[in-house]
């Protein structure tokens, strides 16, 4: 039986380079034309994963626990940003009674 740094070795670095690629751009796309704040903080996220998952690629494949390490400390970060991110909309809404991010546009005047 293969332990688990050998099994994730198996599969080319490519492959996690073109995965990691693609869910970036996803979020990009997400960021780009949604207009609901809580779906493009929710894309900010995927993007954010897309780079924990090279980061963690690269440090399995080069055996450097480091990135990984990285990630954990990326990961926490990130779910105090989403908390305080969900509370600012919930705000938000509570005083506009909406989430579209055109709407928050007016609130600079």
């Known amino acids: 039986m293969q332990s688990i740094p050998e099994i994730i070795l198996t599969i080319p670095l490519t492959h996690y380079v073109i995965l990691s690629s693609a869910l970036f751009c996803i979020g990009i796309l997400g960021v780009l034309t949604r207009r609901n704040a809580i779906i493009v903080f929710m894309a900010i996220e995927l993007m954010l994963n897309a780079v924990n998952l090279l980061l ?20 926490a970060v990130a779910a105090a940003e989403v908390a305080v991110g ?8 509570r005083n506009i009674q909406s989430i579209d991010i055109g709407i928050l546009n007016k609130l600079k005047n």
Request: charge should be negative; proline fraction near 4%.
């Open 56 to 75: 963690a690629a690269f440090s399995s494949y080069y055996s450097d626990p480091s990135g990984q390490i990285f990630v954990f400390f990326i990961m």
């Open 86 to 93: 969900l509370a600012i909309i919930v705000m938000i809404y």
